[in-house]
């Protein structure tokens, strides 16, 4: 159980009816875009608690705010079966908001059910965008649910196949658009991995290609038919899980590869999203001892994250984790230590930790103890606000 914490009841509300006043609609081809007021961001960021800012920091699953659910599987968890808001999550999130929540197939029945829960849901504080997974093929929350009336799309792989850049973009758009009216903000898609290891469990065809330039193809003009559509699109896993012979969400994972190496693979799809403006990049929690000299999954290390991502390739746009309930990350790290460390290490979202309640004070005792600063912590917290403001419109 959570131990009470004094603090002020949380009444900031963001201000994102001054922020929308002040969106631009873009002269671009495409006119969902909107160009966000920095000054009215700023001046967003200097109004909210720290306590606030540290919400913004986490994308949860519903499943964080209520802490009797007891799991130690993803099996485990999909039993439970939470489709509606209880008392005992409002009871919690009053004291821990959340910038954003992610829904998963078990948290999905069918359309009343959807906009009912997503409708509470958008109550909680922290005033929160909604995450799905909506690959296509196997990973499709909404597509894979008989009881949405939505075109279903095969596996990425298979629109690789076919050479015609035109069929991402389609899939991108109708997959977009049926998120959007759903109320999903963000789609954790395309795969942006190069299919390189045929032993590989986890990716496969959920990539586009073995050839990265098909690849990175196909992933720009799946993110352009997302953002026709309204939502932002996210490439995953960074720097690659293509070339891996285990499964992350298990246990250690590992690329043997050189910097050199990716830079004429993996780098290739991402430096094609990076140019097209993806507004979120996953990282992959798989080792790069090649690179960095050691075991340290990507998700945690400054040298992927901050040297490559950030300085190398210039990437400005928000680093968002994979699940930090997965086993690479929980088999060596507890909440607080993982979501401490990828913040370090240049992370600006923590997704899915397996103990919310622990990572979120263990943040916001970073802060206050001097291990993370709170200017570190602004950084990240202003691109978050200016994607809100961005999608908001």
């Known amino acids: 159980m959570i131990s009470p914490i004094p603090m002020k009841h949380l009444t900031t509300k963001f201000l994102v009816s001054a922020v929308l006043s002040a969106l631009t609609v873009s002269c671009g081809s495409n006119a969902a875009k909107t160009q966000v007021n920095p000054e009215l961001i700023e001046k967003q960021l200097q109004e909210m608690t720290l306590r606030e800012k540290v919400g913004q920091l986490f994308c949860v699953r519903p499943e964080a705010f209520d802490v009797a659910l007891e799991w130690d599987t993803y099996t485990k968890i999909a039993t439970y ?3 509606a808001v209880n008392e005992q999550m409002v009871k919690v999130n009053a004291e821990y908001p959340a910038g954003g929540i992610i829904l998963f197939a078990h948290n999905i029945k069918d359309e009343p059910q959807l906009a009912a829960f997503m409708k509470d849901l958008r109550a909680f504080n922290g005033d929160p965008l909604f995450y799905v997974d909506e690959e296509g093929g196997r990973v ?4 894979n649910n008989e009881n949405f009336q939505v075109e279903k799309f095969p596996a990425m792989g298979e629109i690789g196949k076919t050479g015609d850049t035109k069929n991402a973009l389609r899939a991108g758009k109708v997959i977009g658009g049926y998120l959007r009216h759903y109320g999903f903000d963000v789609d954790l898609a395309p795969v942006a991995d190069v299919n390189t290891n045929p032993k590989n469990p986890v990716i496969g065809a959920r990539a586009f290609s073995d050839d990265p330039k098909v690849a990175a193809d196909m992933v720009t003009a799946f993110l352009k038919g997302l953002d026709e559509a309204g939502v932002a699109g996210c490439v995953k896993h960074f720097p690659g899980h293509g070339d891996t012979q285990t499964d992350s969400h298990y246990g250690y994972a590992q690329t043997t590869k050189t910097w050199e190496e990716m830079l004429s693979c993996e780098m290739v799809t ?4 990076i140019k097209a403006g993806v507004p979120m990049i996953m990282t992959a929690h798989i080792g790069t001892p090649a690179i960095t000299g050691d075991e340290t999954p990507a998700t945690l290390s400054p040298v992927i994250l901050t040297d490559k991502l950030r300085n190398e ?3 400005k746009g928000i680093i968002i984790t994979d699940g930090m309930a997965m086993g690479a990350i929980t088999r060596q ?4 230590e993982a979501a401490i460390l990828s913040l370090q290490a240049g992370a ?3 997704l899915g930790p397996k103990d919310f309640i622990e990572a979120f004070d263990g943040v916001l005792g970073a802060v206050e103890n001097g291990t993370l600063s709170e200017e570190r912590i602004d950084e990240s917290v202003r691109r978050i606000l200016t994607l809100k403001a961005s999608l908001r419109k």
């Open 333 to 336: 790290y507890n909440s607080a």
């Open 81 to 83: 079966q939470l489709q």
């Open 313 to 315: 390739l210039g990437y």
């Open 270 to 273: 991402f430096k094609a999203a």
């Open 140 to 143: 499709a929350r909404i597509g």
């Open 348 to 350: 600006d979202i923590i």
